[in-house]
């Protein structure tokens, strides 16, 4: 069972920066992909970027040039650097980890539990 424990959350004023970390174990392996996912007003799991093993990167187009993500496969850890935060970005936070991946919440079968992150203006 692979287990994903984010950390690096909270409240930010408009403008400025966070670092989200998530820390993989279990059968979630270095060439997984892993990514970032924000919930939505609706509950729902919107994409906001990933990374494969080998380093690739897409970001949804709304935090592109803002959010950048990158991996340690020595650390089993993903993090997600935020500058330039809006309040849009407000949200809870999910690292997800497939070994495939994709830009939507049901390709992906390992999930953390999240992690809280508010922008106020």
């Known amino acids: 069972q692979g287990q994903l424990v984010e950390s690096g959350g909270g409240l930010v004023q408009v403008g400025g920066s966070l670092r989200l970390s998530c820390a993989a174990s279990?059968?979630?392996?270095?060439?997984?992909?892993m990514a970032w996912f924000r919930e939505n007003p609706a509950k729902e799991r919107d994409f906001v970027a990933s990374?494969?093993?080998?380093?690739?990167?897409d970001y949804s187009d709304s935090v592109k040039g803002r959010f950048t993500i990158s991996r340690d496969n020595a650390k089993n850890t993903v993090t997600l650097r935020m500058d330039s935060l809006k309040p849009d970005d407000t949200g809870l936070y999910y690292c997800?980890?497939?070994?495939?991946?994709?830009?939507?919440?049901?390709?992906?079968?390992?999930w953390g539990q999240g992690t809280q992150v508010t922008v106020s203006s």
């Open positions: 279990g059968r979630t392996e270095s060439t997984y992909v």
């Open positions: 997800a980890s497939d070994k495939i991946g994709g830009d939507y919440a049901s390709y992906y079968e390992y």
């Open positions: 990374i494969s093993g080998g380093g690739s990167t």
